[in-house]
């Protein structure tokens, strides 16, 4: 438990360190990417494919829609 622990410290920060040229963190890119792909595509869609909560998936899509990055609209069918 405790290396596996290590072991993903150490790759969220070679991660980070990798894109702060960017302004972007891991879990910005991760998302970023995945809405690449899947455009048009819910908060709730994405945390499944992200294994991230809904509650840490708005946080970030948040901050990234707050940096200009994405644009965010409510689900004509469901208006969330």
Same mark, same amino acid.
């Given at each position: 438990?405790?290396?596996?622990?290590?072991?993903?410290?150490?790759?969220?920060?070679?991660?980070?360190? /990798? #894109? @702060?040229d !960017?302004?972007?963190t891991?879990p *910005?890119?991760a998302?970023?990417? &995945?809405?690449?792909a899947?455009?048009?595509?819910?908060?709730? /869609? #994405? @945390?499944? !494919?992200?294994?991230?909560?809904? *509650?840490?998936?708005?946080s970030? &899509?948040?901050?990234l829609?707050?940096?200009?990055?994405?644009a965010?609209?409510?689900?004509?069918?469901?208006?969330?």
């Amino acid at each position: 438990g405790s290396l596996l622990r290590q072991a993903q410290a150490a790759f969220r920060q070679a991660g980070d360190t /990798a #894109l @702060a040229d !960017l302004e972007l963190t891991l879990p *910005q890119f991760a998302l970023l990417t &995945l809405i690449g792909a899947y455009e048009p595509i819910s908060g709730a /869609a #994405l @945390a499944r !494919l992200s294994v991230a909560t809904p *509650q840490t998936v708005d946080s970030v &899509l948040k901050n990234l829609a707050r940096a200009g990055l994405i644009a965010r609209a409510p689900d004509p069918e469901h208006g969330r």
